[in-house]
């Protein structure tokens, strides 16, 4: 039936042949085979066509499971050749879109280049080169002006070269920190604040304000020093 080459016997058919002779066993035996492998119902002697109706049904059953499973199998082997297909499409364009632009394969490939630089210890460190990163310039490191510099920045702004020597000799003293805790980045402007308040040192505004004579000023300077108090020093000459 329908290209089946086999068939399943079930021993409950034992009872239907104990009750027919061993003739008619052989022709009910050779009439089973018929029928499953040609679907044509064979010509029995009326005991062996009696058992013949009950076997045939579980034939039947067989045969109609067997068709549902083949059928299900036939569809399912249908859809994955063609989800298969549809990958190997996708694939192909992916391949061809790729292919189709090698001008932008080139410079993303130019945009990344991976060194591996040995160092100490034969442990190759790889390096990735960024154009972006490199054309950012790398902020400058603070270096302290020397006293050449200093004196003339001061002379240029109207102040004097004794003003830019107490300026060098403080900062330095504090390890040219500002508020004592963040590094200096700008000398200049710095300089700048230093002589404003010495221009308000030497040049009260109010009549009010009695001056400090210059010696407490130097004395309360002196006192933070020695103490190992190095924050907000610039406030002694205030």
Not at 24 to 44: C, N, Q, R, S
Not at 145 to 162: K, L
Not at 181 to 197: G, L, P
Request: with cysteine; aromatic share 8%; net charge neutral.
């Amino acid at each position: 039936m329908d290209g089946k080459k086999s068939f399943i016997l079930y021993c409950d058919i034992g009872q239907h042949l104990e009750l027919l002779s061993n003739e008619d066993a052989g022709l009910l035996f050779k009439g089973i085979v018929h029928y499953a492998d040609t679907g044509e119902l064979p010509e029995l002697p009326p005991m062996a066509a009696m058992a013949f109706s009950f076997i045939r049904a579980q034939v039947d059953r067989d045969q109609e499971k067997w068709n549902t499973t083949r059928e299900k199998r036939r569809a399912a082997g249908k859809s994955g050749g063609l989800k298969s297909g549809e990958s190997r499409q996708r694939s192909n364009e992916a391949k061809e879109a790729n292919a189709s632009n090698p001008k932008q394969n080139e410079a993303d490939e130019a945009d990344n280049v991976n060194v591996t630089v040995p160092v100490t210890g034969n442990v190759p460190v790889t390096v990735i080169n960024n154009r972006e990163k490199a054309d950012k310039p790398p902020r400058p490191r603070f270096t302290p002006p020397s006293e050449n510099d200093a004196i003339a920045y001061f002379c240029e702004q109207g102040s004097s070269a004794a003003e830019a020597k107490s300026f060098l000799n403080y900062y330095a003293a504090i390890g040219w920190k500002v508020g004592g805790r963040a590094t200096m980045k700008n000398w200049q402007a710095a300089a700048q604040n230093w002589i404003h308040r010495a221009g308000q040192y030497s040049h009260p505004q109010t009549k009010q304000v009695a001056a400090e004579p210059a010696t407490d000023t130097i004395s309360r300077a002196a006192e933070r020093l020695a103490s190992g108090n190095f924050s907000n020093l610039e406030d002694a000459f205030l």
